[in-house]
Structures are given as C-alpha cells and as structure tokens.
C-alpha cells in the first residue's frame, strides 16, 4: 500500500458493482436466509475501505482488497455461528473443517463463480411469484448496490414504499422456500423469462420516466445493461432472446444523450440530433441483434430491437424505413397485442400509409385514455392534418395527464403552436 | 507555517449507499490532493474502532474503549501545515462529511522554543 496522490484510479462505480458481487457470493456461501448478514458484511467491508483509502492509502488491488475482508468477515461469522447445517446445507461438510473453510470460500470468489453467484441471485430476485416491482426493487438492493433512498428516488416514490416492496419480496422468498440457484432445464425457460422481463422494465424505468434526476435513470439503464450482460455471457442462458434484449437497450441508451436538450426538455427521435447518438453502442446493438439470430427464435425483443435498430441505422428521420418498421409492429402486435403496441404500430402505419390511415388506428385503441402519450400522438396527426383545433384540444388532454416537468414543457410549446396565428 | 491536527470526530454511516461511500472517498483523496499540492498537507491516517485505555497509578487499569458518544469516536486525523488558527479552520471547511455528522477538531501543535 502507498499513500498516492492520484484520485483517479478508482472504477466509476466500483463500490456500487463490488456490493452486487459481494452480497451475491456471500449470500450462496452463508444461504439465502441470511441475505441480512451478507449485507452487513459488504457494508461493513466497504466503510472499512472508505474509512481508510480515504486517507490516499489505496491498495494496489483495490477489488482484491474487498474481497479479502469481506472473505475474513464471512469466516469470522462461520466460526461463531458453527450452525453450518442451517446456514449453508450445501457447504455444510466443507465449512465444519478448519482445513477446507477457507479454500471453500477463496473459492466462491472466483471470477466465473462470481458470476454464476450474480446469475443465482437474478433468478431468486426475480423469481415469478415476486411481484414484479418488488424484484425490481430487491433486484436494484442486491445485484446493483443501491440503497433504499436512491432506489425511491429512482421510481419517484418514498423510501417508506420501496422498504415494503424489498420486504414483501423476502416474505415470498421465504415462504416460497426460494433457493439461490439456476433453475432446472424444464423450469429454466419460463424463469429466464421472468429475469428479462423484469430486466426489460428496470431499463424502461430509466429510460421512458421523465424525471427531474438525470443520473439515477441512466444508473437504472446501465444497471439493466450490465445484468443483462452477464445473463448473455453464461453459457445456461445465453439464448437468442437474451441477446436481443441486450442490443434492444444497446440501441435505446444510444441515444440518452440526444433526447434531452439544454434546459432539460425532452427531444423526441424526430428533433434528435442524431450526431450525439452513441456510435459504439449503437455497433454493439448491431452485433448482439446479429448475433441473436441463431438459433431461430422469436421473441418480443426481437422486434423490438430490429426496430431501434431501423432506427438507429436512418441517417435523418425522414430517410427512416417506415414500411420495414410499420412491418415489425404488425408482427409484434401479434406476439403482444396489447394497446401501447397497437399505438406504435399506429404511429408508424401514419408515416408508411398515410396520415388519416395512421389516426384511424390511433381512434380505434381502446385502454389507453388515461395514458398522456396517446393524445399527443392523437394530437401530432391531427396538427400534420392541419386540423389544429383537435390538436390543440389532444395536447390540452395530454398536460392534464402527465406530471413530468419536461413533458409539460413540450406539450405547452405544442399548444401554443396550435393557435391561430 | 504552524502544524495543525485535525482530528475527525464521529459521522453517521447508517444506510449510506456504496455509491454515496465511494463519492465521498474521492472527495477526501481531492481535498488531500489540493493541500499535498500547496505543501500544507503533512500526513494523516485513519484510526480502527475501539481500542484500550490505559489508567490509574502505574497504567495499572486497562480497559476497553473509549468507549464515549458515538459522535465522540475520533475516526482519524490530520497533520497540516497553516499560517494561523484561521486558516486551518478555513482548511477544515472543506472536509466532505459534514453532511453526514462529522465534526472537525482544529489544534495546534505547540512549538518548543528552547
């Protein structure tokens, strides 16, 4: 250890994304019951390193470090609770003996098993019968290192409510007897499923919400990212669709830096500067789609990413191909007719047919009343329409259904656009 | 130039985030950084918890601790170099964790003139 003057050699985020290791491993070592206890550790382990590295003594390994005392913290515990049977039925033999205790647990930290601990923890966090805002709030404490307040800060809501969601989610996991493990082959399917989808919802979180806090929605997507990540890298789930979600975010997060301007009001794909978009993002969402091609599998995410991928790849907005896109929505539709696909696929029949083929779609949906984005979309045709009084009265709709500072901003602009001049 | 210690009394780490601990890790290396650069910062180390205290006639009474208010517990310190009381207080403004409770200490170290 030297005591160095350069405040740079630290990861971006090495704390947050060691806590998700950390209690991951720690939490297949000690078991699943005492999620708790592997928490505290990976607390304990991390103010120990803030209280000193503080002080410029940063270790030459600094991740190295962590693990060795999380590592002695979690035998120190082994060693006083010797309720090995209860804590750990699956290293009950190993842990008894002071000959194989550390080995067995040098081993857990492991590179791949680290992973394959991340893996366990995705599949308990996200297991079906969590509801699904708790697994992502579980999800978001466990895997991601955020706490309580940052977590709630990041849904707009109180600490008080993500407490219940997280607490809810353990009571499941306990009376479900959730284990931390990858599903067996007939179950593994339907689980993953689970994962991607909660996933999918955690980056849609980041990315769709409007929200005074800039930063905490893109951790909501790079997190999102960096799970998914791993999921496509082990060899057990590794599927098509997994890759296909991964370039489907590759494609959205392209563009985080584009779709707000200045003053912090939303831009939309038509007004995006398209040379802020992100070019090695958008590669990797090229390469991941490529490579999500084999085996042959449909998936949502499929289409999904083949549309920002249409997108991404349209040099203007007018050069978009409207007819391929309209295309992919019609065949998701199918695999998902649900009415917000049913609005997209609307919005793109306006700019593949036409117009008034674009609004007829758009009138038909029924469910979506309450939802601001539809009656801007509504709106947006009828002002291309030049039927400004319906659009004006659309726009109007919209301001009263969002509470988003920036979507009120762009809805006030388009109003005003919309009296006579 | 006088010496000062700056002694880091106390800090609430409750539910603080590993986020919020490593921003405020580089805060402390920045502000370590600004003072090594001036030539004011001499050294400085952080102390573990607890510990012994060592009383009575001839050290006779060792007991653990001190054991005092958490917001008491000295979590480490500073050796600086400063013109004057006013500037190293000024110094100590910049410690980051004032938010969190941390009170600084400022004291001089005394100068023997033989």
Known sequence: MQQTGNINQLVDHLFRHESGKMVSVLSRLLGFQNLETAHDIVQDTLLQAMNS????????????????????????????????????PAYTYLLQSEYSLSPTVNNLFLENEISD??????????????PVESQIALTLKTLCGLSVAEIARAFLTNEETISKRIYRAKEKIKAEKIELEVPSHDELQHRLDAVLKSLYLLFNEGYNSSQPDQLIREDCC?????????????????????????????????????????????????????????????QKGFDYLDAAAEPFEISTYHFEAAIASLHAAAPHFEKTDWPSIYHLYEMLYELQPNPVVAMNKAIASAYAINRSEGLDQLLKIKGLENYYLYHTSVGEIYYELAEKKKAQRSFETALQLTTSQQERQLLQQKIRSCEPV | MEKFML???????????????????SKWMAWIDRLAKKEQYVSGEPLIPGGKLVSGAGGKTVTDGPYTEGKEVVGGFFV?????????????????????????QVRQVMKMDM
């Open chain 1, 222 to 282: 790079e997190e999102a990212m960096r799970l998914c990540h791993i999921i496509t890298r082990h060899s057990l789930t590794s599927y098509p669709r997994t890759k296909a979600l991964l370039s489907l975010m590759c494609f959205q997060s392209s563009r985080l830096n584009a779709r707000l301007d200045d003053t912090g009001n939303i831009i939309l794909l038509k007004g995006q500067d398209r040379s802020k978009w992100h070019l090695p993002l958008i």
């Open chain 1, 117 to 130: 601990s991340q893996l366990r923890m995705m599949f308990a966090c996200c297991h079906p019968s969590i």
């Open chain 2, 7 to 25: 002694i880091f009394q106390g800090g609430d780490m409750h539910g603080v985030s590993p986020e919020q601990m490593q921003a405020s890790m």
């Open chain 2, 80 to 104: 600086i170099k400063a013109k004057d009381m006013d500037e190293a207080v000024a110094i100590s403004k910049d410690c980051p964790d004032f938010d969190l409770g941390t009170a600084v």
């Open chain 1, 53 to 88: 590295w503080s002080y410029n003594y940063i270790p030459d390994n600094p991740v190295a470090w962590l693990h060795r005392v999380a590592k002695n913290k979690a035998i120190d515990f082994l060693r006083r609770e010797k309720k090995f049977r209860e804590i750990s």
